[in-house]
């Protein structure tokens, strides 16, 4: 594996408003946290769990956008990501929802239950001192992306009282590191029982008996299991790896798969692989420009060591690291990336690589060693009459086998 | 880009073209398109309506927002008066300005026919211009570009972006740019590289439309290079100008910024939400007097999914709503003007007791604006753009004559 050049990356930090001074904190992390997992990709052994990986983070995704994210989103794949993949379902539903970096993405650590108890202290506190009140109250946006994105899917028939219900499941679901808390426990999650909207609730048709901490668990728990989050994994994974349109057959058998295992993932992968129809596709998938980012790098067996330079990269093609920029995550269709001047930044990147490597890779050789059959003779021959090594290695990375992919 | 670079990059386009079989010369017009122009701005994630255009008139304005709410004209940090009902936020000063020279009209109570509150249905529907989320994988305004003459022979429209949002998506033609920052590749390897594609009817035709657009908003991508990312609305803006003053240039433009989602710490006359406006309105701004007198012709359509809640949520956000505000501004524009049947803010009018209840379906303002300013016929509005929507009547008088 070459290592190109490493840049110098020192920047003194420059006095600014507190904000902009604390996107210069976590900005390092981040880019150093989107370096090793650029390599961890490249250099792995076992590519597939990789993208595994990053296709489970972008199903549970959170936003380096966001300034409270940024600095953490790395942590989050590392912690409730990948320790899961080759696990079940459940756990990683689990871990994800009481991540920091989740609970903050979706605003729900200052969720407050109306009848709470910390909500009636608040009222009290702001009577006597005269004042207007201000209720404390519940934010819906996790409990909503958690049923809508993360598990049933949307138009599997929830309403918005199942949301709003949910939504007071989870109040109490904070970080730790407020006034009060213990310091040692700083930045983890936090339940805050006096928060907790009290009462047995009903979500999507299931009664919870259960009240605090365990209320939530347990609706997490049920819908880990329920056929429609099953049906909504089964696509997706599908999707990603199969075809836009996934044969139907393809996501029952997954579907299959996932509720008779309850969720254990290799299971499901299992069904995948040794599914025919996966393999049988005419016509590969586009790929994200993080997986062809990842292939042109995993072909000419280089990665840059530049953390900005690279971070750039993954930038100027379309797709920074952990910043989908909505919870819904990167979208997973050909035509979310094969736009004209989506396509025209691969090329000059191509390029630009190429330029760099010169002749020290020979794409007559790598092509065959990296396509294998499905190198087209059209490819070959255009590789083979190029002017130059590099030229030859721009047409090969640009070539329409190099930009697809079959399952 | 020299001269000589883009005749060299023409030829390139052109023969990749005859490589992919579609033979026509770009950028020849059969039949002079009309002057309008049309720019889609979406926005998404959730615009607050009720912030960015308050109706401070609205007796129970200030009790139901809370914290959120702004003070009355007149008053530091207070609402830039519309009318005795209506105001825009402080940070809109640009479009406060041309609401006066009766270039902006809004349109307030609107919707979609999505009912529901998810973000991504939402703008399915936003997009795809029908009742309910994917049911077609092809967007109104591509539709409508469709329909009209010439449109089959060019780029009628542009997608500024590295993709091409479902609202551009369908059977029209259509361009996408967005900036790059790095070297150019040479024109040789192009060649090859249009050669390499030529079996590939998808990759050939993406790359001969990048190439001929490369070309165009090149002084755009430089002026990019010092701009930063907040600035990114205002750098895309700016190359969209660069392709609409151009005489055989495309009529219409979509851009999207997102970033509207505001759960949290939204804040009233300052703070995140006002940030965002500030920059939107400056970019608007800057647009107008890159468009120079081509201003007079363009329609900039804003556009969201839907709403978000009335009240305040426990983190001094607001969540998904119902009815959203929707701006028209620009020289073309009849303006001055605000649109909407109010259905008032007090607890029993409120839309499952928590949402701006929508009196006006978004598409009786999209039909309007298509048909005047592009001179979509109603037949088309009703058989392909819209196709279920003919209860639905087009606002008139949106565009001036």
């Known amino acids: 594996m070459q290592v190109l050049q490493r840049k110098q990356s020192q920047r003194a930090a420059t006095p600014g408003q507190p904000l902009q001074k604390l996107g210069q904190l976590y900005r390092p992390i981040y880019l150093a946290e989107a370096q090793a997992r650029l390599r961890s990709a490249v250099e792995s052994e076992r590519p597939w769990i990789e993208r595994l990986v990053h296709f489970w983070s972008n199903h549970f995704a959170v936003s380096a956008d966001k300034l409270a994210v940024t600095g953490i989103a790395g942590a989050y794949e590392r912690e409730a990501i990948r320790p899961h993949v080759l696990g079940s379902f459940t756990s990683m539903l689990l871990a994800v929802e009481q991540h920091p970096a989740m609970l903050l993405y979706l605003d729900n650590q200052r969720s407050i239950g109306p009848n709470s108890r910390a909500a009636a202290l608040r009222l009290r506190r702001h009577s006597t001192a005269g004042r207007q009140p201000t209720r404390a109250d519940i934010n819906e946006n996790l409990a909503r992306e958690a049923l809508e994105l993360h598990t049933l899917g949307v138009g599997s028939g929830y309403t918005q009282t199942d949301v709003t219900t949910f939504a007071k499941v989870l109040t109490g679901w904070s970080v730790s590191g407020g006034p009060g808390d213990d310091l040692a426990n700083a930045g983890r999650f936090e339940f805050r029982a006096s928060w907790h909207e009290p009462g047995e609730k009903t979500v999507f048709g299931v009664r919870y008996r259960q009240d605090g901490l365990e209320q939530g668990l347990a609706v997490l728990h049920t819908l880990a299991r329920h056929p429609a989050t099953a049906t909504h994994i089964a696509t997706k994974l599908a999707r990603h790896f199969v075809a836009d349109e996934p044969p139907p057959g393809l996501v029952a058998r997954l579907a299959h798969a996932f509720l008779d295992s309850d969720g254990d993932l290799p299971t499901v992968y299992r069904a995948l692989l040794e599914s025919e129809q996966t393999w049988s596709t005419e016509v590969g998938k586009f790929k994200t420009p993080t997986d062809y980012i990842v292939s042109a790098y995993r072909a000419l067996q280089v990665t840059d060591g530049d953390e900005r330079r690279s971070f750039a990269t993954f930038e100027l093609l379309g797709q920074r690291p952990w910043s989908p920029g909505s919870p819904a995550g990167w979208p997973d269709r050909t035509e979310d990336w094969d736009g004209a001047a989506a396509l025209y930044k691969r090329v000059e990147w191509a390029a630009a690589l190429a330029a760099r490597l010169g002749s020290r890779r020979v794409a007559a050789d790598l092509a065959p060693a990296v396509l294998g059959r499905r190198l087209s003779e059209r490819t070959r021959l255009a590789i083979g009459r190029a002017d130059s090594a590099t030229q030859a290695l721009t047409l090969l990375l640009a070539s329409p086998d190099f930009m697809r992919r079959p399952a | ?401």
């Not at chain 2, 009309?34 to 609205?58: F, Q, W």
């Not at chain 2, 710490?265 to 468009?291: C, I, P, T």
Request: glycine residues 10%; proline residues 4%.
């Open chain 2, 1 to 401: 880009m020299t001269k000589k670079n883009w005749n060299r990059r023409e030829f390139i386009v052109s023969s990749a073209l005859t490589a992919s079989a579609v033979t026509v010369p770009r950028f020849a017009w059969a039949r002079a398109p009309g002057e309008g122009r049309l720019v889609v701005i979406i926005l998404r994630g959730a615009l607050d309506g009720l912030a960015a255009v308050p109706p401070y008139g609205d007796p129970h304005y200030a009790n139901a927002r809370g914290v959120l709410a702004l003070d009355k004209p007149g008053t530091t940090g207070g609402v830039l008066r519309l009318d005795a009902t209506f105001g825009l936020h402080p940070a809109l000063g640009f479009l406060h300005e041309c609401y006066h020279a009766q270039q902006l009209t809004v349109v307030h109570a609107v919707s979609t026919a999505y009912r529901e509150r998810s973000h991504f249905d939402g703008q399915d529907v936003l997009e795809n211009g029908l009742r309910r989320p994917h049911e077609i994988n092809s967007g109104w305004l591509n539709r409508a570009l469709d329909s009209l003459s010439g449109a089959a022979t060019r780029d009628a429209g542009i997608a500024l972006g590295n993709n091409v949002p479902l609202m551009m998506r369908g059977p029209a033609r259509v361009a996408a740019w967005s900036p790059s920052r790095l070297s150019d590749v040479d024109d040789d390897t192009l060649q090859r590289l249009a050669d390499l594609y030529a079996d590939d009817p998808v990759l050939s035709r993406r790359l001969a439309d990048a190439l001929a657009n490369d070309a165009i908003a090149t002084d755009a991508s430089a002026d990019r290079e010092r701009v930063g990312k907040r600035e990114q609305l205002a750098a895309t803006l700016q190359a969209a100008a660069k392709f609409l003053v151009r005489r055989e240039g495309p009529r219409v433009a979509v851009l999207e910024t997102r970033g509207w989602d505001t759960h949290a710490n939204q804040g009233a006359d300052s703070g995140q939400l006002a940030q965002r406006l500030r920059v939107l309105d400056a970019a608007l701004r800057e647009f107008r007097f890159a468009l120079q007198e081509v201003w007079e012709h363009t329609a900039v359509l804003l556009v969201t999914e839907f709403g978000r809640t009335v009240a305040v949520n426990g983190t001094r956000g607001t969540d998904h709503g119902t009815g959203a505000a929707a701006f028209l501004a620009g020289g073309a524009v009849r303006g001055g003007r605000t649109i909407a049947d109010w259905p008032g803010l007090g607890p029993k009018a409120l839309y499952q007791g928590r949402d701006l209840t929508p009196t006006l379906d978004l598409r009786a303002v999209l039909k309007g604006v298509l048909a005047e300013q592009l001179g979509v016929s109603a037949n088309v509005l009703e058989r392909e753009v819209f196709t279920d929507s003919r209860p639905v009547a087009p606002l008139r008088d949106l565009i001036r004559v």
